[in-house]
Each structure stands twice: as C-alpha cells, then as structure tokens.
C-alpha cells in the first residue's frame, strides 16, 4: 500500500483535492497530526468520584 501525504493550502485546495482523488476512485483517509509528536500517556487517568453527602434539606417556608 502506497502514502502519499498532502498539506493543501486553503479548503479550496483539498476539497478540489478530495473531488480529483474520488473521480479517480483512489481511497482516502484523514490522519490528525495534531498532538502527534506528544509523549504518549502510560496511563488514562480517570478521576476518582467521591461520593456526594447525602441531601436532606426541606423545602423553605413560603413568605406570603
């Protein structure tokens, strides 16, 4: 299988891009870059919940 990587300009150019590649029946495929170069995490951390008190307030008097 062959890569071929493409930093379009505008979103004009990749949709022209995106348009050429379809009529050509080549197959596609986003990759995100973003936080790419990142450490990768050893561990997905999930916060512990600490269970809430209990609620037992009553409702306030009405003032009329």
Do not use: C, W
Not at 16 to 41: C, Q, W
Request: net charge positive; charged share 40%.
């Amino acid at each position: 299988m062959e890569s071929l990587i493409v930093h379009p300009k505008n979103q004009m150019e990749l949709n022209a891009l995106k348009s050429v590649m379809k009529d050509m029946g080549i197959k596609y495929e986003k990759f995100h870059t973003r936080n790419h170069n990142a450490a990768p995490k050893s561990e997905a951390r999930t916060p512990e919940k600490k269970d809430k008190p209990a609620r037992n307030f009553k409702d306030k008097p009405k003032n009329d």
